[in-house]
């Protein structure tokens, strides 16, 4: 878990963006915070509480800007270790001013991105999944994606890993004495069964979460392909299902010939549209290029709008098929196989499309109730599934093992053992003071 820095230093950053602003905090984190706020201050505070102060240069004693600072003394702090914070005025200036003069103090250093989390999950205050749910939080962009992140950062996972865990320790330390100790006749042999039904019972509740759907489609969004033959009126659909010009539309045929994408926020859930060719065979090689780039966007939909015949539309539950432009002429009467008529031109069958989109969506999606679990965490859930699968026969020295194999596989999801290259990229989507 090496940082290119010295992890022995005190950090510091500037942690809000957008400069100018009302205010500017600059965090700070590491065993000399505590001297950086009193050769500022020329003085010492109460523990988180906020206080007003001139701030100075130790140098010279010039006055910079009159701030709130708090005091956390660690470790009972954000990063287990002392933090300091200056709530600065919101110049450039004074940003600026801070930031060259911490630079200058002996044993700080910038803080690297994401390195403030980085330091709480080593000094043991946020387990692994809780820091992806605080990386999730960050990015969120949706009701649905902020309540999902925020349960997750909330500790939602880590505690179901840290009950799991301490039922399969106890389960062990049970079957290990029966091992060891059983002839000494002071060990209950009945334990053996105890520890059976603890590795059983870890075992349907992890099967019970792998079963709630994933939260990619959640974070992503759920991918929504139009799809159907040319001058069908897909990107006249597109257009307005993400409220913008953002296709061409045209009655020449062969108009659209890359995939045109676009995310969209419908009710608090995340979508992405996708624009694309008009399937036909043309002999000309860039809209044939298009077609091919067709077909694979609608295969890897989520939710493919097929808008044409419906017996020319792919087969699968994904597949909605439309009946688009009701209102020409000779046009108005639904076919049978298709969901809905509607026109993207005056509105009709609009809301109810968005309607649709919605309640298929939310089956793809956890629900409010449920964790969110990304492929990393899934794929460690599998791997202490398939461990604990295989206790159901009698060998109890083979249980000890099996549920030692779904300890070691909940360490990694929590982020105890083996995960250095994923930690480097998971920190690296935060930003600097974070």
């Known amino acids: 878990m090496a940082l290119t820095g010295d992890d022995s230093a005190t950090i510091f950053a500037l942690s809000t963006a957008g400069l100018p602003s009302a205010i500017a905090i600059i965090r700070l984190s590491g065993r000399r915070s505590g001297a950086v706020l009193e050769a500022l201050t020329g003085r010492t505070f109460e523990p988180r509480r906020t206080s007003l102060a001139l701030l100075r240069d130790p140098d010279d004693g010039e006055p910079i800007d ?5 005091w956390f003394p660690g470790p009972d702090t954000a990063t287990g270790e002392d933090m300091a914070e200056f709530h600065v005025h919101g110049s450039r200036a004074v940003a600026a001013k801070m930031l060259d003069m911490l630079a200058g103090m002996p044993g700080l250093r910038d803080a690297e991105a994401g390195e403030f989390t980085r330091r709480a999950f080593l000094s043991g205050r946020m387990d692994l999944s809780e820091t992806e749910g605080l ?3 960050l990015a969120a962009e949706t009701e649905s994606q902020r309540r999902h992140a925020l349960a997750m950062a909330e500790g939602g996972l880590a505690r179901h890993i840290a009950d799991w865990r301490e039922r399969l320790v106890t389960a062990e330390a049970r079957l290990e004495a029966v091992l060891n100790f059983s002839d000494e006749g002071d060990v209950d042999e009945g334990d053996e069964r105890l520890a059976l039904n603890v590795a059983r019972n870890v075992h349907g509740e992890i099967l019970e979460m792998l079963e709630t759907p994933p939260a990619e489609r959640l974070r992503d969004g759920i991918r929504v392909a139009l799809a159907g033959p040319p001058n069908a009126g897909k990107s006249t659909l597109f257009n307005a299902l993400v409220a913008r010009e953002a296709a061409i539309v045209s009655p020449t045929a062969g108009t659209t010939r890359d995939v045109i994408e676009a995310p969209v926020e419908i009710d608090g859930l995340a979508f992405v549209f996708s624009d694309t060719a008009g399937l036909r065979d ?5 809209e044939d290029e298009g077609v091919r780039r067709a077909l694979r966007t609608s295969e890897q939909a989520d939710i493919l709008l097929w808008l044409g015949g419906g017996d020319e539309a792919p087969n699968g539950d994904y597949v909605v098929i439309l009946h688009p432009r009701a209102d020409e002429p000779d046009r108005d009467a639904k076919p049978e196989r ?8 005056t509105g ?13 969506a939310r089956t793809m999606l956890p629900r409010e109730d449920q964790l969110a679990l990304n492929q990393r965490q899934r794929q460690a859930l599998r791997e202490a599934a398939a461990a604990l699968g295989d206790a159901a026969g009698g060998d109890w020295i083979l249980l000890v093992e099996t549920i030692r194999q779904a300890r070691t596989a909940l360490d990694r999801l929590s982020g105890r053992g083996g995960v250095e290259d994923m930690l480097d990229a998971l920190f690296g989507r935060f930003c600097i003071g974070k």
């Open 66 to 70: 009159r701030a709130l600072v708090l």
């Open 282 to 286: 043309s002999g000309h090689a860039i």
């Open 135 to 137: 990386g999730d939080l």
């Open 338 to 345: 298709a969901a809905l008529a509607i026109s993207a031109r």
């Open 348 to 360: 009709k069958g609009m809301d109810a499309l968005r309607t649709l989109l919605l309640e298929r």
